[in-house]
């Protein structure tokens, strides 16, 4: 699945767009690219948004809200399927069948 580039168009506030646009950006960019560095930029992106909203109800408009709802959406899949491949590469390397037992008691 790959994201497109965040635009005015989609998004006024320009933060945003740079947050979004770095993760646009390294999920693009390679098949394996760093889930917890895109995790970190998820984070700072949560958080600036919270920050903003919390200052003032109206800072981003209903198409824009629609827009990152999405967008997050979209990431979460990637998030979830990066993290399936680790946990699958994390099997397939332990030596234990108790470590995967427990690892699969944990899902």
Known sequence: MVLKQVTSSQVKDSETQVYCNELVSLVNDSEDWDIEQALNIHS??????????????????????????????????????????????????????????????NI
Do not use: C, P, T, W
């Not at 990152?68 to 234990?96: G, N, P, R, T, W």
């Open 44 to 105: 700072r992106l949560d958080s600036y948004m919270n920050e903003s909203l919390k200052h003032d109800d109206g800072f981003y408009s209903e198409s824009e809200l629609e827009f990152l709802i999405a967008f997050v959406a979209k990431l979460s899949a990637l998030f979830d399927s990066e993290k399936q491949k680790l946990a699958i590469e994390i099997i397939k390397k332990q030596k234990s069948k108790g470590a995967v037992n427990k690892y699969k008691s």
